[in-house]
């Protein structure tokens, strides 16, 4: 395991120490944040003694998203891009004065 992961097992194996000194039953917030947060350094999140429904829930989706963007959609956007720079790199760029219309003036009556 590189230095980077075991700083971070260790980063996460002190917030988990502190937060189970902290409160027995922690709001679905605070779970699903730790979830989240062991997610992101590839650890698995501590189990709960009571599961919550909606924490399961909430944690799925957490992993779908964890996923995006998927390849075929980082190619798709890439190409895309490569596309409109090609086309705007062929526009004529207008020179000023030239392919606009001048300010009509107004006159005015009345007053001196």
Known sequence: M???KQLQLRAVQNLRAQMEVAVAKRSLAMQLDEVVQAMLVLLPPRPEKVP???LASLT???QALHQLPRNEFRAALKSDLQRRAAMSEGKRVLQPGRGRRKPERFITRGRD
């Open 2 to 4: 590189g230095a980077i």
């Open 52 to 54: 919550d429904r909606e």
């Open 60 to 62: 799925r989706v957490a």
